[in-house]
T-cell receptor
């Protein structure tokens, strides 16, 4: 079955450490996205990528970095520069069509103490 | 500016009754699409239904339908015959021309938490 896999489901880190969240898709989608969700809030876009080796900042990119070396993979690194990294992180992908929905992974819940 | 507003933080509905979840949007682009997602407590985002700005009819998908009022910039989700499994967060999202040109991103509202009572 095609889908998006995020790992791990839960992640705990100490303040000051970088951490990388994995996202892999086998839907053959060109575009991939990272969103952040905080309690009681909607989703906010961190980074997106339309093609391999290219990515763009979203609305809240500060303190995050990404890479897109393969079409299937779009890992997100939460750096120590991110002031409030504890959140739920969702990865998504889609075809480049106006009516294409985003398909989401199951998310990674990151807790930094 | 692009914006999605969901004014109902929480809603209750009796099992088997219908419920309407409100969504208003703001965009200056004539071409846009509206999406609704369901997020159960497990966290995954499930796509429910899509409405394009040029679609002549309101979208329907099984028990889900959209009450799309373009002039009022509203796209309310109607769930008929509510089931206990419908208890979840529901998000309205939009992709306009600006979003399409920015990798096809969606912008999301803050969500409505729906609780279905037996």
């Amino acid at each position: 079955d095609g889908g998006i896999t995020q790992s791990p489901k839960y992640l705990f880190r100490k303040e000051g450490q970088n951490v990388t969240l994995s996202c892999e898709q086998n839907l053959n989608h060109d575009a991939m996205y990272w969103y952040r969700q905080d309690p009681g809030q909607g989703l906010r876009l961190i980074y997106y990528s339309q093609i391999v080796n290219d990515f763009q900042k979203g609305d809240i990119a500060e303190g995050y970095s990404v890479s897109r070396e393969k079409k299937e993979s779009f890992p997100l690194t939460v750096t120590s520069a991110q002031k409030n990294p504890t959140a739920f992180y969702l990865c998504a992908s889609s075809f480049p069509r106006r009516n294409s929905p985003l398909h989401f992974g199951n998310g990674t819940r990151l807790t930094v103490t | 500016a692009q914006k999605i507003t969901q004014t109902q933080p929480g809603m209750f509905v009796q099992e088997k009754e219908a419920v309407t979840l409100d969504c208003t949007y703001d965009t200056s682009d004539p071409s846009y699409g509206l999406f609704w997602y369901k997020q159960p407590s497990s966290g995954e985002m499930i796509f429910l239904i899509y409405q394009g700005s040029y679609d002549q009819q309101n979208a329907t998908e099984g028990r889900y339908s959209l009450n799309f009022q373009k002039a009022r910039k509203s796209a309310n989700l109607v769930i008929s015959a509510s089931q206990l499994g419908d208890s979840a967060m529901y998000f309205c999202a939009m992709r306009d021309e600006k979003g399409y040109n920015q990798g096809g991103k969606l912008i999301f509202g803050q969500g409505t938490e729906l609780s279905v009572k037996p």
